[in-house]
């Protein structure tokens, strides 16, 4: 089977956030709950010092949206980002970053890593705990990442690919869904950002695993569609599996003769690509299975078996675990290219919808491949030994 989530690869600690120096993370491009603040403790409230930040701009929306969604900013990231600044003017020793990865160094990261440990300990359910565990990983990631990474491409400032890239329209019958482990938000060589930069966030959303407002979104969003118009590509080895012949398009000539499309008929048919390691795929992929249970009153997710999809560009980089694996535009790519050939979809486009994301892949490999050598480093990676 071909899948488009992301190979597997070891997970290093995200970063945390930190104080200007040279590793501050400011932003390149600046245009662009259930949980709740109990779940973490807080200093003391008081007015901040001159000098310092409001709580306000510890996130704005504006930043947090240029990072690629159109979400509010969730509450949880907010405060794990307030309670780690309060932490940092509280204590004589400030953030930094240094090492491959920009890694949290220095005393705060002992500080830090002991309080953390102690607030998610004291959390008594799951939910609380993945909640609490996705917030920190994406406050930690994206603080660390200020001054550092393009906040549209999530490269390196000086890999910047973004003139580099064109924009296309998706099909409007067809929308994106990028479920993403907090591991893979902001990380470089991740290659389902693209389809956003492509296609744009509201055609390709992301939809970050365990943040609770993200994930209400998507499935307030399935709510409307109805199970039927919504699709999942993941290799679920205990159902039978779809092929595209089997999606049940939407009619496409109602209107054309002046009647009016239902309210179903207007909704687009919903593709949820798993975006995370091989690893964390599997935890994934069983929270969507909790959350359709709740809302359509079965577990069974329809999922998808691609034919056409071989290594793709990224392949150089990043080889996969399997021959059957892919990266997640390079699935979604192929996705596109098999909906193309059903004849009732031959003139919507969808192929070169399909060779878009395919260029974007490679002037994503370009750019950092070029990283790499001029960082000294390999530009391969030896295969993989075991198998998924």
């Known amino acids: 089977m071909l899948i488009p989530t992301r190979p597997f690869n070891p997970i290093r600690s995200p970063p945390f956030p930190a104080k200007p120096n040279h590793h501050n993370r400011m932003p390149c491009h600046s245009s662009s709950s259930s949980t709740t603040s109990s779940l973490t403790s807080t200093s003391p409230s008081h007015s901040p010092p001159i000098g310092t930040q409001s709580e306000e701009e510890l996130l704005s929306l504006r ?7 159109a979400s509010p900013v969730p509450t949880m990231v907010a405060q794990v980002i307030k309670n780690m600044k309060a932490l940092e003017r509280d204590s004589d020793s400030p953030m930094t970053f240094g090492g491959v990865g ?3 160094q220095g005393e705060f990261k002992n500080r830090e890593d002991k309080k953390h440990r102690a607030v998610y300990q004291s959390l008594t359910d799951p939910e609380s705990k993945l909640q ?5 990983q994406i406050a930690c990631r994206l603080l660390g990442s200020r001054g550092y990474l393009c906040q549209k491409c999530w490269l390196a400032m000086e ?3 973004c003139s580099k890239m064109a924009s296309c329209s998706l099909w409007h019958k067809i929308r994106f869904w990028l479920y993403m482990h907090p591991k893979d938000f902001l990380r470089q060589n991740n290659t389902g950002k693209l389809l ?3 296609f744009g966030l509201q055609a390709a959303t992301l939809c970050l695993f365990g943040i609770d407002e993200h994930e209400e979104i998507m499935w307030d969003a399935f709510k409307l569609a109805g199970k039927d118009m919504v699709w999942f590509l993941y290799p679920n080895k205990n159902t039978n599996s779809y092929s595209i012949q089997d999606i049940c398009l939407p009619k ?3 209107t054309l003769d002046g009647q009016s499309a239902t309210e179903h008929e207007q909704n687009p048919l919903n593709f949820v690509l798993i975006d995370g390691t091989w690893s964390n795929s599997s935890a994934m992929f069983h929270r969507l299975k909790e959350h359709a249970k709740k809302i359509w009153g079965d577990d069974d997710l329809p999922c998808i078996t691609l034919s056409g999809t071989g290594a793709s560009a990224m392949h150089k980089l990043r080889p996969q675990p399997s021959w059957d694996r892919t990266c997640t535009a390079a699935a979604a790519a192929s996705l596109l290219s098999e909906l193309h050939l059903r004849p009732e979809l031959g003139l919507y486009g969808l192929d070169e919808q399909a060779v878009a994301v395919e260029d974007a892949l490679e002037v994503l490999l370009d750019a950092l491949t070029n990283r790499r050598l001029r960082m000294g480093r390999s530009i391969t990676r030896r295969e993989k030994d075991h198998f998924m």
């Open 159 to 161: 890999d910047c690919m």
């Open 196 to 198: 956003w930069q492509i």
């Open 252 to 254: 496409l000539s109602r």
């Open 102 to 104: 920009g890694k949290l």
């Open 132 to 136: 609490f565990f996705s917030a920190r």
């Open 63 to 69: 930043e947090w949206q240029a990072w690629g969604t």
